[in-house]
């Protein structure tokens, strides 16, 4: 069974730190496109970074110079730091693999053929 778990995720006052990791099970992450999204209440959900074997990382702009996003391949993971936190961060955040690593749509939630089932992120103010 393919999986990926989230975990990391927490309250945390506005200005600080949390680091999100996602761990995957059932077959080799190593190839794919690592995507990281997020959904507030009442929002649709939105990409937030993706890093790819070749194809380089990329940002939303909302969280470009606060966030980073990174893999380790030897240990089926991706991560995703995420520094100087705001209330607007609030979000349940999910990753996703898309295995056919399509950069070119990489903030549509249909490139993700896998997906995990989110960690809550609290920013308070």
């Known amino acids: 069974q393919v999986q990926l778990v989230e975990s990391g995720g927490g309250l945390v006052q506005a200005g600080g730190s949390l680091r999100l990791s996602c761990q995957g099970s059932?077959?080799?992450?190593?190839?794919?496109?690592m995507g990281w999204f997020r959904q507030a209440p009442g929002k649709e959900r939105e990409f937030v970074a993706a890093?790819?074997?070749?194809?380089?990382?990329y940002y939303a702009d909302s969280v470009k110079g606060r966030f980073t996003i990174s893999r380790d391949n030897a240990k089926n993971g991706v991560f995703l730091q995420m520094n100087s936190l705001k209330p607007e961060d609030t979000a349940v955040y999910y990753c996703?693999?898309?295995?056919?690593?399509?950069?070119?749509?990489?903030?549509?939630?249909?490139?993700?053929?896998?997906w995990g089932q989110g960690t809550q992120v609290t920013v308070s103010s």
């Open positions: 890093i790819y074997r070749s194809e380089g990382i």
């Open positions: 996703a693999a898309d295995p056919r690593s399509q950069w070119y749509i990489k903030m549509r939630s249909s490139a993700y053929a896998y």
């Open positions: 059932g077959r080799t992450f190593s190839s794919d496109g």
